[in-house]
């Protein structure tokens, strides 16, 4: 069973900077792939950003594409996703999946996730 904490969220301004990290349970963290999706109100949810075991390879959506850089540590079972230049259309809640696959790759399906976290607000203004 692997448990995913994500933090970081909060209320920013446009323009503004926020680091969202995600905390993982399990000793093979290291052969995780991990992702970033993310839920407004009212809408489907959405892939974000995606990133190997090794971190050697990621992948973006379009909309966060050159503004949104993740990685990982996996010494610290850590995933981040750090937001900068954010927009009102950023506003969702965030989650860290973890998908425990045998290949180095990025994953950019939700179905293919076996475990996700509760999420974080990230609310951003106008």
């Known amino acids: 069973q692997v448990q995913l904490v994500e933090s970081g969220g909060g209320l920013v301004q446009a323009g503004g900077s926020l680091r969202l990290s995600c905390a993982a349970s399990?000793?093979?963290?290291?052969?995780?792939?991990m992702g970033w999706f993310r839920q407004a109100p009212g809408k489907e949810r959405e892939f974000v950003a995606a990133?190997?075991?090794?971190?050697?390879?990621?992948y973006y959506a379009d909309s966060v594409k050159g503004r949104f850089t993740i990685s990982r540590d996996n010494a610290k079972n850590t995933v981040y996703l750090q937001m900068n230049s954010l927009k009102p259309e950023d506003t969702a809640v965030y989650y860290c999946?973890?998908?425990?696959?045998?290949?180095?790759?990025?994953?950019?399906?939700?179905?293919?996730?076996?475990?996700w976290g509760q999420g974080t607000q990230v609310t951003v203004s106008s």
């Open positions: 999946a973890a998908e425990t696959g045998v290949w180095d790759i990025v994953v950019v399906t939700g179905y293919e996730y076996d475990y």
């Open positions: 399990g000793r093979t963290f290291s052969s995780y792939a």
């Open positions: 990133i190997s075991w090794s971190g050697g390879s990621t």
